[in-house]
Structure formats: structure tokens, C-alpha cells
């Protein structure tokens, strides 16, 4: 029963970075008016969070280099919640809340499948 529930567990971690990459490609140009300003590239920051995404995700599916896919994702969400949603939320915006919310419990499990990755 340990195996199946670490499986479904590493599944329906990684589908939802899958469907965020995808929205990053799909939706860059609207994403784009949320990279601060004081970050220059604009769009291709989205895109390129959007491959490190699908890119991570893919990787906690098949189990390849999972450890360091997982600190990066979660270096990535910590940042968007630094950067993006954080401010937001001090500018007034109670709605980023939610942002701020998701991503650091997202960053937190991925902290959790970075220590269960390790090689024993």
C-alpha cells in the first residue's frame, strides 16, 4: 500500500507544474504584465518558468534527477511569492493572499519530495 499511495502521490504532485507550464506558453503575453518591473525580460521569463515546470513535473513522474527538480521548483515558488504575490498583498491586493498561500505550501512539498528523493 506504501508504494501505490508514494506513487499517486507523485503523480498528482507533478500533473498540476504540467498544467502551469502548459498555461505559461498558452497565456504568456497575460502573464507577462505580472513579472515586476524591475525584472527585465517580460515574456521570457514566463516561458521559461513554463518549461521548468513541464520540465519538473515530468521528472517527479519518471523519477529522474527528481532531488534537484524538486529544490528548484521550490527555489522558483519561494521567488514568486517574494516577487509577485507578496507584494501584491502589502499593495493592498488580499486576493494575492491565495498566491502567497499556494505557492509556499507547493514549495513546502516539493522541500518534502527533495527529502524523500534522497539516494539512501
Known amino acids: 500500500m506504501k508504494i501505490i499511495t508514494s506513487i499517486v502521490a507523485r503523480i498528482l504532485f507533478a500533473i498540476p507544474f504540467f498544467v502551469f507550464g502548459l ?5 504568456a503575453d497575460a502573464m507577462a504584465a505580472g513579472v515586476p518591473s524591475f525584472i527585465p525580460g517580460g515574456v521570457i521569463w514566463i516561458y521559461l518558468s ?3 515546470f513541464i520540465l519538473a513535473s515530468i521528472s517527479i513522474i519518471i523519477r529522474v534527477q527528481t532531488k ?3 529544490l528548484l521548483l521550490a527555489a522558483v515558488l519561494i ?6 504575490h507578496l ?3 502589502i499593495a493592498g491586493n488580499q486576493m494575492s ?5 499556494k505557492d509556499t505550501a ?8 527533495a527529502g524523500l528523493s534522497e539516494k539512501k
Open 50 to 52: 513554463g518549461l521548468g
Open 23 to 27: 498555461f505559461h506558453f498558452m497565456k
Open 97 to 101: 493572499m491565495m498566491g502567497v498561500l
Open 68 to 70: 534537484l527538480a524538486c
Open 87 to 89: 507584494p501584491l498583498v
Open 106 to 113: 507547493l514549495a513546502g512539498a516539493a522541500l518534502a519530495f
Open 79 to 84: 521567488i514568486f511569492v517574494l516577487t509577485i
